[in-house]
């Protein structure tokens, strides 16, 4: 029999370290999931799945509600682990975990329901980075006290105001904290690796790996090649920088997700449109709709369009449509144009040039 333990589920709908067997995580992931797209909200927890001697077999993230991907966990396990590779001494214990969970799993949990457009939520961006993001909301679980005064947000603000009320313990995390928050994030992980983390320790710990480059050591944190991937795609890096990076990780960690990431910087859009079976990301989508909408096929754009609320992604559907509407009023301007006006025929060309160069923009953005 498998069983499940949820940390840091913010809905107190399901339990955090409850030990449910995977039958009743199903359940009630199901139930969660239902409730907040009826809602039209959503929510995100870690969770781990064992075997009967609480051997760890599989941790993930999942989400619920109108940004989650799928209905339940039994989907979400049985997708990744289906397209995770393995070594031939290891498929037989992925077969032997899928076929656990489909013997667990009620059947009527199994159906995967008809998604009319799914809604895949741009990213939110703040004042902060997603790194400092994490860095702040992380503090409470690296050890960091506060007052019930301040926020961690605040201490950073407002570094003189706070110096005397922490210990030099604390001192050192927080200073390793606004270290890492000007981007020298060693200290930060040497802290980190010498404790005892939380799960909110341990993803902190992943992006802190990445952005230091160390993309192995946060796929042994995580044994989720797919989260890894897609970590890595959303790097602010040079489109260089981030392909070489997610070549050497799909050289020795191949996914689905990698080989369309990897197109995408490519600019092969043939693969990028006709790709069906990845994580859709609202960056995922725009890369797609970008592809859609350099092959021509406004249907398509519009199409994977819908499936985000990201405004950035239907703008750029805009402005090719308003682009080619004034190319085709040129052309056809300049049909009728005399040609022994060679004048006018040179200023509608150049005219023509020049949107054509706006629409270029378009493509080759993401």
């Not at 009620?106 to 990213?123: A, E, F, G, L, M």
């Not at 080619?324 to 009728?336: F, P, R, V």
Request: hydrophobic share 35%.
């Amino acid at each position: 029999m498998l069983f499940v333990r949820f940390t840091d589920v913010p809905d107190t709908r399901i339990q955090n370290y409850e030990r449910f067997t995977f039958a009743e995580a199903v359940v009630a992931t199901h139930d969660l999931h239902h409730a907040l797209s009826s809602e039209g909200t959503s929510c995100s927890g870690d969770f781990r799945l064992f075997d009967q001697k609480d051997e760890l077999l599989y941790r993930g993230t999942f989400t619920f509600g109108s940004e989650g991907t799928y209905p339940n966990l039994y989907h979400q396990v049985k997708d990744r682990v289906q397209r995770i590779r393995t070594k031939k001494e290891d498929n037989a214990k992925k077969m032997w975990l899928l076929d656990e969970i489909e013997s667990e799993t009620p059947d009527d949990y199994k159906r995967q329901p008809v998604k009319s457009n799914p809604i895949v939520s741009s990213t939110y961006q703040s004042k902060l980075t997603r790194l400092q993001r994490r860095l702040i909301y992380g503090a409470a679980t690296a050890g960091i006290l506060f007052t019930s005064l301040f926020t961690a947000t605040q201490w950073f603000i407002d570094k003189e105001a706070h110096a005397e009320q922490v210990t030099g313990t604390e001192k050192r995390w927080l200073d390793a904290y606004e270290q890492a928050l000007q981007g020298e994030e060693s200290s930060l992980i040497q802290l980190l690796e010498r404790k005892d983390r939380s799960e909110e320790g341990n993803a902190l710990l992943v992006d802190l790996y990445l952005a230091e480059g160390e993309d192995q050591k946060a796929l042994e944190l995580t044994d989720d090649p797919i989260l890894i991937e897609t970590k890595l795609a959303e790097l602010d890096l040079s489109d260089k920088e981030k392909l070489g990076r997610l070549q050497d990780f799909q050289a020795s960690h191949p996914t689905d997700e990698g080989a369309f990431d990897i197109a995408v910087l490519e600019r092969n859009r043939e693969v990028v449109a006709n790709t069906k079976d990845v994580e859709w990301t609202a960056p995922r989508i725009s890369a797609k709709v970008t592809a859609y909408l350099y092959l021509g096929d406004i249907e398509s754009a519009k199409e994977w369009a819908s499936k985000t609320n990201d405004p950035a992604v239907q703008e750029k559907i805009d402005a090719y449509q308003d682009i080619t509407a004034t190319i085709d009023g040129l052309n056809e301007k300049l049909k009728k144009t005399s040609s022994k006006d060679t004048s006018a025929r040179e200023k509608i060309q150049a005219a023509i040039a020049a949107e054509e160069g706006n629409r270029e923009t378009i493509f080759y953005s993401n």
